[in-house]
Each structure stands twice: as C-alpha cells, then as structure tokens.
C-alpha cells in the first residue's frame, strides 16, 4: 500500500512539474540584443535592438531589409519606457539574451543608479551582458548604427570591446554583476569602456553604412569613463585606460613604442604581464605597493640598434619599463588628483590585507585616498627579437 501511495504521488509531482504554462514562442517574442538608456529631462528614454531572424539566417538568402531593428519609447522610469516599446514593436521585447547596455552621456553624468535598479530586479535580465558608456553622445545614436562585417551590431560592439581589451589593452569589459559588485557601497568607483560616433550619424541608421567600403559612420572606443558613487566625473585618455589595466593587472597585450639611443624608436609586443598589489600602514598612514612583471618580444625596429648584445637588450627593457611606469603614474594622477575616485580598488586591498588598521580610516577613505603614496615597480624581461634579430633595412656599422 505505501508503495502504490509513493508511485501515484510520483504521478502527481510529475504531473504539476511538466507543465508548459509560461512558454513562449519564437514568434512570439523579439529578441533584445542591445538596450540604450538616456536621460531625458526628468524621463528615461530606452532604445531596444531587435534581431531580425530572417536576415541573420545563413539558410536563407539575405531580401536587403536590415538584420536588425530599432525602437525607442520614453518613461518616468525605465521598467515604464520599455513597457511602452510594445505600443511601437510587433512583439514583447525578450532580454534574456542581451548582450549590451549603453548608458547615454547625460545619464551617466547625473546618475546610473536608478536604472540600475530594473537590471538587477528582473527576471529576464541576466547579470552577464556588457555595459558601456556613451562619450558625448546618446545611447540612442549609438544602438541605431548599423556595422559591416558584423550583421548584428550588438555583436560588433561587444566583439570590439573583448578584442581590444587582449590586443591593445585601454578598454575593459564591465558586467552587470562586476558593477553590482563595486557600487555595494557609497564611496566605490569603477570604470566604463566609452563608445563614441564618429562620422554622419543619419547615414550611419541607414544601409548606406554597410554597403560602401568606407562607412560613412564608425563606432570607437575611447578610454575610460570614472563612475564615483554612481556619477561620471572624468575620462580617462587611452595612454592613462592602459596605465589603468597594468595597475589593475588586466594587460593580455599591448604594443610599446621605446626610443632607441641613437636616435628613431622600436615596437615591443607585451605578451605576459602580472601585477601584484600589496597594501600596509606605517605609523597609520595606508600605502600601496604595485609590483609588474613583463614579458614583450621585439616587433619591429626603426632604428640602428644591435640586438645581438646584452647592453641593448637592457636598454630595452628599462625604457619599457620606464613608459609603463609613465602610463600607470599618469593613471594614478587622473584618478587621485582629478577625480578623486579609488577606481583601482585599493581600499579593498587595505581591507583584506590590513583588516584591522583599515576599520579605522574607512570612513574617511575618500579625503585619504588623494594623498596615498603609491610605489611602482616595472620588471621586463625581452624574450624574442622575432625570426630576424638585427633589422635588414638598418644595418649596423662595422
């Protein structure tokens, strides 16, 4: 008896547990990849990117139309603008695979924390997608511009991002779960990658952009928006966004250019680097140690220069040395001096490595943090000078 008991209530569960009441068909929904948000007056106005299945399909041959589709709605709050995006859409809007979030320049300079509030909320929205800042622009302008290469312009702007970061290293990818994570609290910052348009905006929303071998509008990178407690105060400059990613030990590769002693320069590919960030008091005043390790190959020399020696060898190394030393002191200036804003996170180095002496200067963490003492330390090594060692185009004398 209580094992027919035990298999029709089996039944049962599986019975309630199989259901399909919140499905949702493909043609049904459209499916968000991008999402940009603007401060309007006192409104927000969201702008939605909708594939277009039909013209992303390799199956099919492409009709022309655009693969993807833009619609724009305002709202005294953000849950409320998008909401009204199905007044203008065919479709609910579908955020579970959304890649990207642009927040829109004036947003940024007055406030991201109130629409950050729907991102974490809702369940449709996940906590892995991308957001980035717009650079004197509207989240708008730059969710409506179509890209060649890439059909999907939410994928343009997110492979871009990833591909720089590792190659040339002065953008850094930021996601819904890193911020919710560094804005747990008033006095923390971050740093957003800023998106910038450059070229004739309307012919950028048309298919003109795709179709010439020059487009006519072209989205960029351009270094690094300073978010201290939850407000833009500043831009990082390209030179000081790759001093940024050496102190945060987020460096895959870069390019630095040295001069050579007789004058004319060479390029030296960073392959490897690691930082190590230690924080201590003395006689409780916080200071921080930044230790870099690098690794670089020689990637091409304008310059008379004998590689074969270790004397060259050397010079190379302490000049690199020297321009990272540059970029990250110029990075710690920006954000010490100008903005005031710990975007490098060292009270979270003082916090786990000196718990106790850090409860007693937290509070006033941000008025000490301009004036905290910071130590670099830059040791490369030059592993390869490439297939060729001495440059066949500028000969040493004999």
């Not at 709202?75 to 998008?82: K, L, P, R």
């Not at 924080?279 to 200071?287: A, I, M």
């Not at 002191?329 to 920006?334: R, S, V």
Request: charged share 20%; glycine share 6%.
């Amino acid at each position: 008896m209580r094992k027919i008991t035990s298999v029709l209530l089996l039944i049962l569960l599986c019975m309630l547990l199989s259901g399909c009441w919140s499905k949702r068909e493909l043609n049904e929904i459209a499916i968000v990849v991008a999402l940009g948000i603007d401060q309007k007056g006192d409104e927000f106005e969201v702008t939605v990117q909708i594939v277009n299945p039909g013209e992303i399909s390799s199956k099919q041959p492409t009709s022309g139309r655009s693969p993807v589709s833009t619609y724009s709605a305002t709202g005294s709050t953000v849950f409320e603008a998008i909401r009204k995006v199905t007044l203008l859409a065919p479709r609910k809007s579908y955020f579970s695979h959304l890649q990207i979030v642009v927040l829109g320049s004036e947003l940024t300079e007055s406030g991201i924390k109130p629409v950050l509030d729907l991102l974490t909320r809702d369940h449709e929205f996940r906590n892995d997608f991308t957001i980035i800042a717009a650079n004197e622009t509207t989240a708008k302008n730059i969710i409506s511009v179509l890209t060649p290469v890439e059909k999907i312009p939410a994928s343009k702007i997110a492979n871009s991002l990833k591909i720089s970061e590792k190659a040339w290293g002065s953008t850094v990818t930021v996601t819904m779960s890193d911020i919710i994570t560094l804005l747990h609290g008033e006095e923390n910052s971050l740093v957003l990658s800023t998106l910038e348009l450059i070229g004739d905006k309307q012919a950028g929303m048309s298919q003109e952009n795709v179709d010439q071998i020059v487009a006519p509008a072209t989205l960029k990178y351009s270094g690094l928006a300073v978010i201290k407690q939850g407000k833009k105060v500043g831009l990082l400059t390209d030179e000081e966004s790759t001093g940024y990613n050496f102190l945060t030990d987020n460096i895959t590769s870069s390019i630095m250019q040295i001069a050579c002693p007789s004058g004319g320069n060479l390029a030296a590919e960073i392959t490897h680097t690691k930082t190590t960030v230690k924080g201590n008091f003395d006689k409780d005043l916080p200071k921080i140690h930044v230790s870099v390790s690098v690794q670089q190959n020689i990637g091409e020399v304008n310059c008379i220069i004998d590689l074969s020696t270790e004397q060259a060898i050397m010079h190379i190394n302490e000049e690199t040395s020297t321009v990272i030393k540059q970029k990250m002191e110029k990075t710690l200036y920006a954000l010490q001096k100008k903005y005031k804003a710990d975007a490098v996170q060292f009270n979270k180095i003082l916090h786990q490595q000196e718990a106790k002496k850090w409860k007693n200067i937290k509070d006033q963490w941000s008025t000490i943090f301009p004036d905290v003492e910071v130590m670099l330390d830059v040791v490369v090594q030059t592993r390869s000078t490439g297939t060729t060692q001495n440059s066949t185009f500028f000969p040493i004398e004999e």
